[in-house]
């Protein structure tokens, strides 16, 4: 039985197919690094720079996807659709932080799972985003990102779909609603001390008062 031919056009697909991987594998790598550079830079204030890394990782991820657009068992073995998720989470982080309005996954331009894992994964930067305020003081704003927060966790919750589809989006969502209640306890705790820092406040101003 002679399978030199078959043998032949196997191998030539074979061949194109981890060329192809080894093309976008690299890209891939390269808009996770930008996506996590972009949020270190959202958390230091700096937005030009986030942006600036943001369309960068969007770049790369557009090379990775069109390098494997003939490819696609490669396209969802899972590299692609990690860079997509840290990219949906840069985006989403800088948008909770500053307080406006949350695009969804077309917008965005990412998959449904790596969109709602990046939203996920968003929440715990938003803990941290609040965390930085409480220490400055600005507690009325870490209040609107906690609320924030619990909009993005009351959406996750309803995405009661199988694992395979959502990206274990579900171990995620757990992890999510323990960072909130985390948070919750932390912004409490600062509201109540910024309470009790007035009421010594007004007090010590009525005994000033009282003896002149």
Do not use: C, W
Request: no cysteine; proline share 3%.
């Amino acid at each position: 039985m002679d399978l030199s031919h078959v043998s032949g056009v196997v191998r030539g697909r074979m061949d194109e197919r981890v060329a192809a991987r080894e093309r976008a594998l690299p890209a891939a790598r390269r808009s996770i690094r930008a996506s996590a550079n972009a949020i270190r830079a959202i958390h230091r204030g700096e937005f030009d720079t986030a942006r600036k890394l943001m369309d960068d990782s969007r770049t790369a991820l557009d090379e990775g996807r069109d390098a494997l657009v003939d490819h696609p068992q490669v396209l969802y073995a899972g590299f692609i659709e990690d860079a997509e998720k840290e990219y949906a989470e840069a985006r989403l982080t800088e948008l909770l932080v500053l307080g406006e309005a949350v695009p969804g996954p077309d917008e965005i331009g990412v998959g449904i799972g790596p969109y709602l894992n990046g939203m996920a994964e968003a929440i715990g930067e938003g803990r941290r985003a609040i965390l930085d305020l409480l220490r400055r003081g600005q507690v009325a704003e870490g209040e609107r990102i906690l609320a924030a927060l619990d909009d993005m966790y009351g959406l996750l919750v309803t995405m009661d779909y199988p694992d395979a589809v959502t990206g274990n989006l579900r171990r995620s969502t757990d992890v999510s609603r323990s960072l909130i209640e985390k948070t919750r306890g932390d912004l409490t705790i600062a509201i109540v001390q910024d309470q009790l820092r007035e009421s010594l406040d007004r007090h010590g101003r009525l005994l000033d008062d009282g003896a002149d």
